[in-house]
């Protein structure tokens, strides 16, 4: 039995069988979190871009470079975690997250703004996987459904109030207290962390960490997240916006052969391999692009060519959330009792429908057309999302 089992044999025996539901709840309040101030930010974007004298093309960084460096975050949890543990690595995730949060409420520039936005996203990637893993690992394979279902109502439905949080914070007070609104929750999770997240002790060796790979990772993703935001105002063909593009494709083969080679890989690409896995990591991708796309979009869209008010463009994804809230514990159920491809395919048609009644949106749509748009898509993701984290961590 390892030092992590252990613990958990520990903390189980000591609060009995609530202790699972215990440090899902931990775990869920921590990406709330993080998913709120994710989300939170975009109804604040055309405040930004007037506060700084900037285009869009520069404050769709804040999103951005969220997402880029959570990506990383993601790939270097196992280290951090086989090193520290998971409660130290959870608190000191939730700790630079707060930090982040601080930073960017009093950024006096757009840069330093950015910087907060990167520190919050690699700290979200370390600690997202983590609550996953943990959860996982609490629960047997045949609650895990349900399991997931919980924990993905409080991930989903803090992108539907999250804007509506954020458009409150602009009406009463200022953009720049968007950023607190996820402090809270930052020090009741970690609070939370401290009793009920497993641990274990520090090893006396230090296991090696892939530094090439990391380093390898982190200029694909700089080179190619470069080249594609700035490539329409500097230019498709230009010097600078080809050498990005280049080097970041170059960079993203260079990762994939190290990793194959390297006997401490930073991420085990063979588990593509896997097609059940592989189709899932695939379905991810599409409706993973579609929602923080369309978190993003929506918001902007509805106050620079419609005309809403910050609160108006947050009140308008609230039905969503509540709907989400009824459906993702009955979602969670199903899919430990159906098939998962039932459950995916039904959800991405739902969601491809809402995203194509979207699409026919202009200037002349009024409030509750867009609500029922929104609420068509997010029904969609609410099937999703319990059924393909659960099949994609069975398949491996």
Same mark, same amino acid.
């Given at each position: 039995?390892?030092?992590? %089992? ?22 869920? *309040? ?5 998913? @709120?101030?994710?989300?939170? *930010?975009?109804? /604040? ?37 086989? *090193? #520290? ?17 601080? #930073? ?6 757009? %840069? ?6 990167? #520190? ?73 962390? #401290? ?14 960490? %892939? +530094?090439?790979?990391?380093? @390898? ?31 970041? /494709? ?7 052969? +190290? ?138």
């Amino acid at each position: 039995m390892t030092p992590n %089992d252990q613990s958990i044999t520990a903390l189980s025996n000591h609060y009995g069988p609530a202790y699972r539901w215990l440090v899902t709840v931990t775990g869920m *309040v921590g990406v709330v979190s993080m998913v @709120l101030a994710m989300t939170t *930010v975009n109804v /604040a974007v055309p405040d930004v871009m007037g506060a700084f004298g900037i285009g869009q093309d520069k404050a769709q960084w804040m999103s951005s470079a969220y997402m880029a460096t959570m990506t990383a975050g993601m790939l270097i949890n196992a280290w951090l975690t086989g *090193v #520290l543990g998971e409660r130290r690595t959870f608190v000191g995730a939730l700790f630079f997250f707060s930090l982040g949060a601080l #930073l960017g409420g009093t950024a006096p520039t757009e %840069d330093a703004l950015i910087f907060a936005r990167v #520190l919050q996203g690699f700290s979200a990637g370390v600690a997202q996987p983590l609550v996953m893993a943990t959860i996982f690992t609490v629960f047997p394979p045949e609650r895990r459904g349900m399991a997931m279902g919980v924990f993905g109502l409080g991930v989903v439905f803090a992108p539907a109030i999250g804007p509506t949080l954020g458009g409150l914070m602009i009406e009463y007070f200022s953009w720049r207290y968007v950023f607190f609104i996820s402090l809270p929750f930052c020090v009741i999770a970690a609070v939370l962390g #401290l009793v009920f997240m497993p641990t274990r002790p520090v090893p006396k060796v230090i296991p090696p960490f %892939d +530094w090439l790979g990391f380093g @390898l990772l982190c200029a694909a993703l700089l080179g190619l997240m470069t080249g594609i935001a700035d490539g329409q105002r500097e230019g498709w063909a230009s010097d600078a916006i080809v050498f990005r593009l280049v080097g970041g /494709a170059l960079a993203t083969v260079a990762f994939i052969w +190290w990793e194959l080679k390297t006997p401490r890989a930073l991420l085990d690409v063979r588990i593509f391999g896997n097609i059940e896995f592989s189709a899932a990591a695939l379905i991810a991708f599409i409706f993973g692009a579609g929602m923080m796309g369309s978190t993003y979009i929506v918001p902007v869209f509805v106050q620079t060519i419609i005309g809403f008010t910050p609160l108006l463009a947050g009140l308008m994804m609230m039905p969503a959330g509540i709907m989400l809230a009824f459906i993702f514990p009955l979602a969670g159920r199903l899919s430990d009792a159906m098939p998962a491809s039932t459950m995916i395919i039904g959800g991405l048609l739902l969601f491809s429908l809402g995203f194509a009644l979207m699409a026919a949106a202009d200037i002349d749509t009024t409030f509750w057309t867009l609500v029922g748009m929104v609420m068509v898509s997010r029904l969609g993701l609410g099937f999703i999302n319990p059924s393909l984290n659960a099949s994609s961590l069975k398949a491996l």
